[in-house]
């Protein structure tokens, strides 16, 4: 058989047009306002899919224009510091004055040159004495660096065990 419009499929019997809701008026009304309820509850819940999506996007622009003022005001600090920290390297650097520091020393501290009689002079001797000691000069050899070697390891494996 054809499963056209007119017949029921798997059937000789002819379909039967016959809608409950198109005669009836009351039947019409609630199948027509509940479809208007899917469709209203449909667009409230659109509206407030797009109002969450808004609002993490204004919450998103929010802390990124929190995190920039942040770091402008931290770029603003580290400025400060660092021009105070180029006025105080000025200021030691003219404190550093070999002139101003003798000055000092004389009228503050009542500092003043040896005279001849106050200097006395030092002989230090040309040669670069250095005083090595015996443990080094045993292990000098390429035998008895071996023999420290080993003795070292005999006493971490005594430690071990």
Do not use: C, W
Not at 6 to 18: C, F, L, Q, R, T
Not at 27 to 50: E, G, P
Not at 81 to 107: P, R
Not at 120 to 127: K, L, S, T
């Amino acid at each position: 058989m054809e499963s056209g419009k007119n017949y029921i499929h798997g059937s000789a019997a002819p379909k039967i047009e016959y809608d409950v809701y198109e005669e009836n008026k009351v039947l019409k009304a609630k199948k027509t306002q509940r479809s208007n309820n899917k469709a209203k509850l449909k667009m409230v819940f659109a509206i407030f899919l797009v109002f969450i999506a808004g609002s993490a996007v204004m919450l998103r622009y929010t802390m990124i224009t929190q995190i920039n003022y942040s770091i402008d005001s931290r770029n603003k600090e580290y400025a400060r510091i660092s021009n105070e920290n180029a006025k105080l390297e000025i200021a030691i650097q003219q404190e550093m004055d070999l002139v101003k520091v003798k000055e000092i020393a004389e009228s503050k501290l009542g500092m003043h040159k040896p005279d001849k009689y106050q200097i006395v002079y030092v002989n230090i001797p040309r040669e670069n004495l250095s005083i090595v000691s015996e443990k080094y000069k045993e292990k000098s050899s390429g035998e008895e660096v071996l023999k420290s070697v080993l003795n070292k390891l005999e006493e971490l494996v005594a430690l071990l065990y």
